[in-house]
């Protein structure tokens, strides 16, 4: 790799997926304010009824980190369903302070030619054709979907408008599926609009395993998630390789901050990936996997992963 | 700021019915059977319903136009996976084959490629696929400003009241889901199948693919797994059901249970005066991937019932026989209404 490219290569702290109490999300952004991430996306992507924080507290959440140099930007819901969504994607958009990144169609309709936007990992680019109209809109950034294997984020690149940064999800429970019902609330007994709020609960996710017990996935709400921790880690020459110029990381309960150190020291070229691999172990809430960069399925370990808990009378293809 | 559209109810109108068709055989009892559209895919995965033995080559595309054509029915043709970054051309390509075959409309879901059909073949209709996850009328109307949309196909996410707000604030036509497999997530929004099998709808066109498919028998019973990942296991007196992710049953803090929906199809029978009161234009059926039989059957069915409807709402009521003959063809042998009723979120 070449300075440029080490130098070029942000950070940046995804939104937070999961419905922490206030308090413990105001103490996460006070703290993060001190991490060496270059972006930072704040607001509720997830659920229109987590309500600990109003959009104007995450405003003012930007503006403390806007003082401590991070740039930042508001992501606009997963999932848009009821007229008051709407109103608040509408909100977000025309929230006047920050860039925003637009996660469906609605969004990119309030933001097409308004200024620079961030194209969301929701808004399902998969080729240059789909980038090139986003960029015609306003897209500054494009986060690529978390099924992009790295040959594929290298020829949307390739062929797609210049200049334009390209965002990948380098580190976290991957965000697989959005749904209408909640399944935090499905598995108390509960209905999704006499939700309890429950998932207040679960800091990091629901965990949900196979009958024969391998973790596979997290309940979030209407979110899916994997069980596994997808960590680019070892593999940050290839993204660079690959046209990424910006790294997601996404909030988890504990050891943020140590996940945003070690990706720093390796960005900066001062971690081999074996040495980024050890010291993430320890920080990660499940085993790694990273079989979609790899063009696989997104659950694989392309470096020999052995997967939790699989009997032995298993019959692998 | 939110636009506040105004509220203007629209007259409401005999709904089409428009059904599956994954072999010619199955586009003929479809339009023999009353259907108004057919959908249809090419034999790769440019269509969300990429299976082997399915689907249509140009020659019997052209001979299934022409026999809807001279019935009066249309034809239309599903691009609504997501072009690949290496490959998109050759979605580019489909969209130019259609457009030669003379097809009636298009199904797509991605919005670069209804920005090259809309330039290049204008005089082609476009539909938005349900795979486009327009949730609300400000998606809809993003995709009419831009391409030109005639019809958008509502995600199975929305209730009553929420599908009827977005059709009273857009001028595009809406066609909802009636009948078929349920989808639990939020469509062109689901990466379960690929986490699992390296294979989506978006990237390859089906959910679950049956090469990642592999049933054994254990001392617990008959086991499904997807890519390895044990999906369910039956007992002598379960019916064992394909191992669609989201159908299976899984273990949350001990509880062994259907975390995300049990096996069941949707069925909006009940629903249908709401649904033409509310200026739906055309109802769906699921199920390309299902024989002649099933689509014979849920045609007839839906055709009789759509034409009671449009005769005397009023005095709608579904028919104990109709129910009967969809349960013989439904997943799980259970129906339900899905999101549409606001208590299954």
């Known amino acids: 790799m070449n300075a440029t490219a080490m130098e070029t290569t942000k950070l940046a702290l995804g939104p937070l997926l999961y419905y922490w109490p206030r308090e413990a999300v105001l103490a996460f952004y006070r703290e993060a304010a001190g991490w060496p991430v270059d972006s930072v996306y704040l607001g509720e992507t997830v659920c229109s009824r987590r309500r600990e924080l109003k959009l104007a507290d995450w405003v003012a959440?930007?503006?403390?980190?806007?003082?401590?140099?991070?740039?930042?930007?508001?992501?606009?819901?997963?999932?848009?369903?009821?007229?008051?969504?709407?109103?608040?994607?509408?909100?977000?958009?025309?929230?006047?302070?920050?860039?925003?990144?637009?996660?469906?169609?609605?969004?990119?309709?309030?933001?097409?030619?308004?200024?620079?936007?961030?194209?969301g990992p929701f808004l399902n680019v998969y080729n240059a054709g789909t980038l090139s109209l986003l960029a015609g809109l306003g897209a500054t950034r494009w986060v690529a979907p978390v099924e992009l294997s790295r040959d594929g984020i290298a020829a949307v690149v390739a062929e797609g408008p210049p200049g334009i940064e390209t965002e990948v999800f380098a580190y976290g429970r991957l965000p697989l599926a959005v749904s209408a019902r909640c399944f935090t609330a499905r598995y108390n007994n509960l209905t999704k609009d006499h939700c309890e709020f429950r998932c207040i609960e679960h800091p990091d996710g629901l965990a949900l395993d196979t009958q024969d017990g391998e973790h596979f996935l997290i309940l979030n709400g209407v979110q899916t998630q994997s069980a596994s921790v997808q960590s680019l880690a070892p593999v940050i020459d290839e993204a660079r390789a690959a046209g990424a110029n910006v790294l997601r990381l996404s909030p988890q309960s504990r050891h943020t901050g140590e996940v945003v150190a070690v990706f720093r020291d390796a960005v900066a070229g001062a971690l081999g990936a074996a040495e980024a691999v050890a010291r993430l172990a320890p920080l990660m809430p499940a085993a790694a996997c990273d079989g979609y960069w790899h063009g696989k399925p997104g659950i694989e370990l392309e470096r020999g992963r052995v997967r939790e808990h699989v009997p032995e009378t298993e019959v692998r293809p | 700021m939110a636009q506040a559209a105004p509220l203007s109810p629209k007259a409401p109108a005999r709904m089409k019915l428009v059904c599956p068709a994954g072999t010619p055989p199955a586009l003929r009892v479809a339009v023999d059977n009353g259907a108004d559209d057919v959908y249809l895919g090419f034999k790769d995965e440019t269509n969300a319903r990429n299976f082997a033995g399915l689907?249509?080559?140009?020659?019997?595309?052209?001979?299934?136009?022409?026999?809807?054509?001279?019935?009066?029915?249309?034809?239309?043709?599903?691009?609504?996976?997501?072009?690949?970054?290496?490959?998109?051309?050759?979605?580019?390509?489909?969209?130019?084959?259609?457009?030669?075959?003379?097809?009636?409309?298009?199904?797509?879901a991605d919005a670069g490629l209804l920005a090259y059909a809309s330039k290049t073949h204008p005089q082609l209709r476009l539909h938005l696929s349900v795979q486009g996850s327009a949730t609300s009328h400000e998606a809809i109307n993003f995709h009419h400003e831009h391409f030109g949309i005639r019809r958008a196909v509502l995600p199975r996410v929305l209730s009553v009241e929420q599908a009827e707000k977005a059709i009273q604030r857009t001028p595009v036509d809406i066609e909802v889901f009636g009948f078929g497999s349920l989808s639990i997530m939020v469509e062109g929004r689901c990466a379960l199948s690929s986490y699992a099998t390296g294979e989506s709808p978006n990237t390859h066109g089906g959910c679950s693919p049956a090469k990642a498919i592999r049933w054994q028998q254990s001392p617990r019973g008959l086991e499904s797994r997807l890519g390895g990942v044990l999906i369910d296991r039956f007992g002598e007196e379960d019916h064992p059901g394909y191992p669609t992710l989201c159908r299976g049953r899984f273990v949350v803090n001990g509880d062994t249970y259907y975390p995300f929906e049990e096996p069941t199809s949707l069925n909006t029978l009940e629903l249908l005066p709401r649904l033409q009161a509310m200026g739906v234009k055309a109802i769906k059926i699921e199920g390309r991937q299902r024989s002649p039989v099933y689509v014979e059957t849920v045609t007839r069915v839906w055709r009789e019932a759509l034409d009671d409807c449009a005769r005397e709402p009023q005095r709608f009521r579904v028919k104990p026989a109709w129910q009967e003959a969809l349960a013989g063809i439904s997943e799980g042998r259970q129906c339900t209404l899905g999101a549409y009723h606001r208590p299954w979120k």
């Open chain 2, 55 to 108: 689907n249509f080559d140009d020659r019997s595309i052209r001979d299934g136009v022409d026999y809807a054509h001279r019935r009066g029915a249309q034809v239309l043709v599903a691009l609504n996976t997501f072009p690949q970054p290496s490959t998109w051309r050759k979605w580019r390509a489909a969209v130019d084959r259609a457009a030669d075959l003379g097809v009636d409309a298009i199904i797509v």
């Open chain 1, 61 to 119: 959440i930007g503006e403390d980190l806007a003082r401590a140099g991070k740039e930042v930007i508001l992501s606009t819901a997963e999932l848009i369903e009821s007229d008051a969504d709407l109103r608040t994607m509408h909100a977000v958009a025309g929230n006047g302070a920050f860039r925003v990144e637009a996660n469906d169609m609605a969004a990119v309709r309030a933001l097409a030619g308004k200024g620079p936007f961030v194209a």
